[in-house]
């Protein structure tokens, strides 16, 4: 049954936020979670290799296959009918998945059946990788704002970059899709020992591809191309935690990323030297396995290893609320991406809503509902997916 929204500033007489929904259907703990098609499904990954694709409208299984024989380290979407998947069998592959081709495939869950083959979707690209790391890939557009601006109709949907953890210590490998060429090698800063690559992050900043990373030592670093010479240079390398980083994500607005790890702290980095401070942030929980950033870029959210997720103001990076249901470690968050104006149907989901949704069906306002509600999913050791709701 769906619940209101739980509201930030909390207080302290309210009982505990419980979640809107809970996905129950993987055997083995959920490594990935994403959002995809207008909010309207969400991917989940584990540790046995198996992908669900979830209806949110419905809350049921809409596609369940097998990606890789290995944990899943990440999940993502190119498009609408694209889904990425990253195993630590040193894979990732590019599957083609058209919404309606989803009645083809198999909804028998892995916590029914993880013996039985599964049909899989169409597999477009498979990219060996390293892996010997938990690092998960992560991946932005081709081209830069500019780029598109004054590319053809037929360049503009154009390439994705893939980032992934380089065969050495330290190392970042940038490769480009369709085209499965590398177009990058990221060294490690210099005179700075790492250790291996924990994290990466993809950014266009005023047209320049930068590239984020997040090490075993607990170092952060910023590299951008060099126009005169192509090579890559560090505009911003620091240290704010003691332990190695696990998660980064990116805030543009607010031009800083942010950093989680094994220990207690949360970082703020620059995305160059020109832009923010550093700050640290003491959370006294440590283990803050993922961490990621609402597309307002006004709250960003942690996932621990004491079960909870845990929203931040972006701003202050103070703690505003701990969403805890689940009995055991969260290592997955990911949040919808609302943009637009697209109506929220009633909370209930009854019809008796204003006059401009009455023509609308149950169905209609689900989805409806879907598309507009801010979304936080975190996936757990226990193999569930709580879904709450809040803004």
């Not at 790391?133 to 970059?161: D, I, K, W």
Request: glycine share 6%.
């Amino acid at each position: 049954m769906a619940t209101e929204p739980l509201q930030i500033a909390q207080s302290s007489q309210l009982p505990p936020a419980q979640p809107a929904y809970v996905l129950r259907g993987h055997s083995a703990q959920i490594h990935a979670v994403d959002f995809l098609r207008d909010n309207l499904h969400i991917l989940s990954g584990d540790a046995d290799g198996w992908v669900v694709l979830w209806s949110i409208p419905i809350r049921r299984p809409v596609a369940v296959w097998r990606a890789h024989n290995s944990t899943i380290l990440g999940v993502g979407n190119w498009g609408d009918e694209r889904i990425i998947t990253h195993g630590r069998d040193g894979e990732i592959n590019v599957w083609q998945l058209k919404h309606e081709g989803e009645r083809t495939f198999s909804t028998t869950l892995p916590i029914d059946d993880t013996v039985s083959d599964r049909k899989q979707p169409w597999l477009l690209h498979s990219l060996t990788v390293n892996a010997l790391n938990f690092c998960s890939f992560t991946m932005c557009s081709g081209v830069s704002t500019q780029e598109a601006s004054s590319a053809s109709e037929q360049q503009r949907p154009g390439s994705y970059l893939i980032a992934t953890p380089g065969v050495q210590d330290g190392f970042v490998n940038v490769t480009s899709l369709p085209s499965e060429e590398r177009v990058a090698t990221i060294p490690t800063p210099k005179d700075v020992k790492t250790g291996m690559v924990m994290a990466i992050g993809l950014h266009y900043q005023n047209d320049k591809l930068l590239v984020l990373a997040g090490y075993e030592s607990g170092h952060a670093a910023v590299w951008r191309q060099n126009d005169s010479t192509k090579h890559w240079q560090t505009v911003y390398v620091n240290k704010l935690h003691t332990q190695p980083i696990l998660s980064l994500d990116i805030a543009p607005t607010l031009k800083c990323f942010f950093t989680s790890s094994a220990d207690a702290v949360i970082g703020r980095h620059p995305l160059s030297e020109d832009t923010v401070k550093p700050k640290s942030a003491q959370t006294k929980h440590a283990g803050q396995q993922s961490l990621t950033v609402r597309s307002d870029g006004k709250i960003f959210a942690t996932a621990g290893w004491d079960g909870r997720a845990r929203v931040f103001s972006a701003k202050s990076m103070k703690e505003l609320a701990v969403l805890k249901w689940h009995k055991e470690g969260c290592y997955a968050l990911a949040f919808s991406n609302v943009t637009g104006t697209t109506p929220s149907a009633p909370a209930d989901d009854s019809v008796d809503a204003p006059s401009i949704k009455r023509d609308l069906t149950v169905s209609e306002l689900r989805t409806a509902k879907a598309k507009a509600t801010h979304w936080l999913a975190a996936g757990s050791k226990d193999g569930k997916v709580s879904l709450w709701d809040i803004y």
